[in-house]
C-alpha cells in the first residue's frame, strides 16, 4: 500500500512544476509504472482520487501505464518478457538474467494550462505538456490519506482470505502442499 506515498511524490512534482512555469490548471499526469515495483493500478486511481481534492490536481486525471517486466539472459543474450515470477530465458533456459525493464516509476508529462500573458483568450487553448519541477511541496489532507489507508487496509484484508502462500519447492518435492491445498479448500 505505498500507493498514497507514490501519489503523494508525484503531487509534490506537480506542485513544483505548475509554479515554476506559472500553470493555472493541470490536467493531466502521465506516468509510467513497472509491474516490478508491484504498484496496483487501482489503489493509485484510489490515492490519486483521496489526495487531489483541494490542490492543483483536483479534477486532473491520471494516466498510468504499466511496463512488463523485461529481462536479458547474460548467458545466450536473449531479452525477453516475463512475468513477475518466471524470469528465466525461454531460449536457453538459464537463470542468470538482469531486469532491463519494470522497476520504473516516472513522471512521463504533466498537460497544464499555461496562461499567454499578451491575450486572456488563448488561456483556453489545448493543454501543453510539461515535466520541470521546482515549487513549494503538496501538503495532502490528512483525513483523507486516513480514509484512503482504512479502505485499503480493508481490501488487504479481503484478498487475503482469496488467496494462498505458493509452495516452496521443498513442500512441492514432498507432496505436502497438497495436503495443505485440501485442508484449506475443506474449510
Given at each position: 500500500m505505498h500507493e498514497v506515498g507514490i501519489i503523494s511524490?508525484?503531487?509534490?512534482?506537480?506542485?513544483?512544476?505548475?509554479?515554476?512555469?506559472?500553470?493555472?490548471k493541470v490536467y493531466a499526469v502521465n506516468l509510467s509504472v513497472g509491474e516490478e515495483t508491484e504498484v496496483i493500478k487501482d489503489c493509485m486511481d484510489f490515492a490519486w482520487e483521496a489526495l487531489t481534492p483541494g490542490t492543483v490536481c483536483e479534477g486532473a486525471e491520471l494516466h498510468?501505464?504499466?511496463?512488463?517486466?523485461?529481462?536479458?539472459?547474460?548467458?545466450?543474450?536473449?531479452?525477453?518478457?516475463?512475468?513477475?515470477?518466471?524470469?528465466?530465458?525461454?531460449?536457453?533456459?538459464?537463470?542468470?538474467?538482469?531486469?532491463?525493464a519494470g522497476h520504473e516509476l516516472t513522471i512521463d508529462s504533466i498537460?497544464?494550462?499555461?496562461?499567454?500573458?499578451?491575450?486572456?483568450?488563448?488561456?483556453?487553448?489545448?493543454?501543453?505538456?510539461?515535466?520541470?519541477?521546482?515549487?513549494a511541496p503538496h501538503t495532502p489532507d490528512a483525513s483523507a490519506a486516513e480514509a484512503y489507508?482504512?479502505?485499503?487496509?480493508?481490501?488487504?484484508d479481503s484478498l487475503k482470505s482469496e488467496y494462498r502462500q505458493a509452495p516452496t519447492e521443498e513442500e512441492k518435492r514432498s507432496g505436502d502442499h497438497e495436503m495443505q491445498n485440501e485442508k484449506e479448500s475443506q474449510k
Amino acid at each position: 500500500m505505498h500507493e498514497v506515498g507514490i501519489i503523494s511524490g508525484v503531487l509534490d512534482a506537480v506542485d513544483k512544476s505548475v509554479a515554476a512555469n506559472h500553470a493555472d490548471k493541470v490536467y493531466a499526469v502521465n506516468l509510467s509504472v513497472g509491474e516490478e515495483t508491484e504498484v496496483i493500478k487501482d489503489c493509485m486511481d484510489f490515492a490519486w482520487e483521496a489526495l487531489t481534492p483541494g490542490t492543483v490536481c483536483e479534477g486532473a486525471e491520471l494516466h498510468v501505464n504499466m511496463i512488463k517486466p523485461k529481462s536479458v539472459c547474460l548467458a545466450c543474450g536473449n531479452e525477453f518478457e516475463h512475468d513477475r515470477f518466471h524470469n528465466d530465458c525461454p531460449k536457453c533456459g538459464s537463470y542468470e538474467t538482469q531486469l532491463i525493464a519494470g522497476h520504473e516509476l516516472t513522471i512521463d508529462s504533466i498537460d497544464v494550462d499555461i496562461p499567454d500573458d499578451e491575450s486572456a483568450e488563448d488561456s483556453a487553448e489545448e493543454p501543453q505538456e510539461n515535466s520541470d519541477a521546482n515549487a513549494a511541496p503538496h501538503t495532502p489532507d490528512a483525513s483523507a490519506a486516513e480514509a484512503y489507508t482504512d479502505a485499503m487496509n480493508s481490501y488487504a484484508d479481503s484478498l487475503k482470505s482469496e488467496y494462498r502462500q505458493a509452495p516452496t519447492e521443498e513442500e512441492k518435492r514432498s507432496g505436502d502442499h497438497e495436503m495443505q491445498n485440501e485442508k484449506e479448500s475443506q474449510k
